[in-house]
T-cell receptor, first 111, second 114 residues
Framework: SQQGEEDPQALSIQEGENATMNCSYK?????LQWYRQNSGRGLVHLIL?????REKHSGRLRVTLDTSKKSSSLLITASRAADTASYFC???????????FGTGTRLLVSP | GAVVSQHPSWVICKSGTSVKIECRSL??????MFWYRQFPKQSLMLMAT?????????EQGVEKDKFLINHASLTLSTLTVTSAHPEDSSFYIC??????????FGPGTRLTVT
């Protein structure tokens, strides 16, 4: 079953702008992860944030987690055309040891 | 880094035939592997959890007899789509878990059933 809902479903921005994607989930989790997928390709792991963490950074990526609201956000700063891809959040529900993916956000960055 | 491979990367088969997809962890042992399917422009749906040496655990709504999973060793899991039909055409992705939280994904297999 789908665990997470992401919004927006699609996002179109210009190079240099920031992109923010949001993920909401339903149950308690061990951690939440963000992945990128280029069209028709495999997944690239971007970042993992544990349930006891509130914010994490990796390069141009900033992830926040609010367990009280069961939500997370991914911010990509100074976006580039190469960031064009689909982005998925995935949660590791407590007690299940498996990843359940959100619905995804399709990001288009125009030069 | 950890590498997971899938073979084949794409396959076309005729309706009614069976297709086997392999998932290998190349540089680590994985007691648990996962199989997902993804329809165009949609998210990944977990199909089953594959545990080495035991039966796979299928998600609700996934037909066990249709999608046979065998986790023969700590580095290999296979998914066999039996009696494939056009509606089984999809992108199948496996992942292998290393440690408690790390999961590494294969590049995916695109199945087209004609």
């Amino acid at each position: 079953s789908q665990q997470g809902e992401e919004d927006p479903q699609a996002l179109s921005i210009q190079e240099g702008e920031n992109a923010t994607m949001n993920c909401s989930y339903k149950t308690s989790i061990n951690n939440l992860q963000w992945y990128r997928q280029n069209s028709g390709r495999g997944l690239v792991h971007l970042i993992l944030i544990r349930s006891n963490e509130r914010e994490k950074h990796s390069g141009r990526l900033r992830v926040t987690l609010d367990t009280s609201k069961k939500s997370s956000s991914l911010l990509i700063t100074a976006s580039r055309a190469a960031d064009t891809a689909s982005y998925f959040c995935a949660t590791d529900p407590t007690g299940f040891q498996k990843l359940v993916f959100g619905t995804g956000t399709r990001l288009l960055v125009s030069p | 880094g950890a590498v997971v491979s899938q073979h084949p990367s794409w396959v076309i088969c005729k309706s009614g035939t069976s297709v086997k997809i392999e998932c290998r962890s190349l540089d680590f042992q994985a007691t648990t592997m996962f199989w997902y399917r993804q329809f165009p422009k949609q998210s990944l749906m977990l199909m089953a959890t594959s545990n080495e040496g035991s039966k796979a655990t299928y998600e609700q709504g996934v037909e066990k007899d249709k999608f046979l999973i065998n986790h023969a060793s700590l580095t290999l899991s296979t998914l066999t789509v039996t009696s494939a039909h056009p509606e089984d055409s999809s992108f199948y992705i496996c992942s292998a878990r290393r440690g408690k939280y790390e999961q590494y994904f294969g590049p995916g297999t695109r199945l087209t059933v004609t």
